[in-house]
């Protein structure tokens, strides 16, 4: 699916070759997360401890402008020096930029505070960034409006603590930690503010891959929360035709859940020997040829069986909607039949 959603972004000239590329460089289960939240919600902890434990790498704003040597590193830092806002655009060619480098394929990454608002979302998709989950941190204003006044910084590892919440044991820690230029409490206000009209178009874009996760709550609850999320897999988007088959022996209840699974799924109920039967009712050309076998107990050989099945698993209902069938096969032959003529249960 990954490589699909890659094809259709960038179009190769030679899709084959970009295909056999993507085989030899990707890891299709390596980590893809967004974490996102209003300011003072945990993102910077919840990321930097998802980042040791699935061993991915830590993409922040932070990060591209003053850890990273990047070719648009420069022209980002001009904005940031003049004190003006840096184009959404220039974050998603950065972003890009360092998402292609070889770390970040293999091992996965994780992007912490970005997208912001929708803009910056679809121009994320158009550059082929398409995270696997997105996780939501929230809490009451007034929580994160308390929580900004107590943050405190590592300079060297860059791990944020708090005076109340989350205060380091080791003493040689506490001793460095630094008062970051956090906001005052109008600045903070109007942050979150901005957050809240935003975030809904954010939503909208990711609301199939996104987890709101409460972070008024003990941290190592969140974690616990956040990593159980991001260790699922999404069902796959792609068109999905159920081919069941039902095998067990006589007495196990094949007929009623075969019954339960097409009522509820909407997919097609095929019993083999009633199959037969209504063959030689409609008397079909094929029903013909059943009929002698049925009326003196004999049991129908494979290969009428078969062609007969195979008129029913071709019709458009079972290729629209798809099916499940008992009855057949009732041995290895009968299986390597059904196999031959291309009906394989998924």
Sequence with gaps: QNMLEELLIHKPDDPIQYMINHLKQNNDDAPRICVLGPPASGKTTVTMWLCKHLDAIHISQET???????????????????????????????IQERLSNVDCIKQGWILEGFPENQEQAWMLQSAGIIPRHVVVLYA???????????????????????????????????????????????????????????????????????????ADQPSVDVLSQVLTYVQTRHRSAAPFTPRILFCGPPGSGKSLQAAIIAQKYGIVNICCGQLLKEAVADKTKLGGLVKPYIDNGYPVPDNLVMKI????????????????????????????????????PN
């Design 64 to 94: 591209l402008l003053f850890k990273e040597i990047l070719a648009l590193t420069n022209e980002a830092k001009a904005y940031k020096e003049k004190n003006q806002k840096i184009p959404s655009a220039l974050w998603a060619n950065l």
């Design 140 to 214: 009451p204003d007034t929580v994160l409006i308390e929580r900004n006044s107590g943050k405190r910084l590592d300079p060297i590892t860059g791990e944020v603590y708090h005076t109340t919440f989350d205060w380091p044991r080791d003493l040689l820690v506490q001793q460095r930690l630094v008062k970051p230029e956090d906001l005052s409490e109008q600045e903070m206000s109007k942050k979150l503010l901005e957050y809240h009209r935003n975030f809904p178009g954010v939503f909208q874009i990711y609301q199939k891959v996104l987890k709101s996760i409460n």
């Design 309 to 344: 099945l195979a008129e029913r698993l071709n019709a458009l209902d079972c290729m629209t909607n798809g099916w499940v069938l008992r009855g057949f096969p009732r041995d290895i032959e009968q299986g390597e039949l059904l196999q031959k003529s291309h009906f394989i």
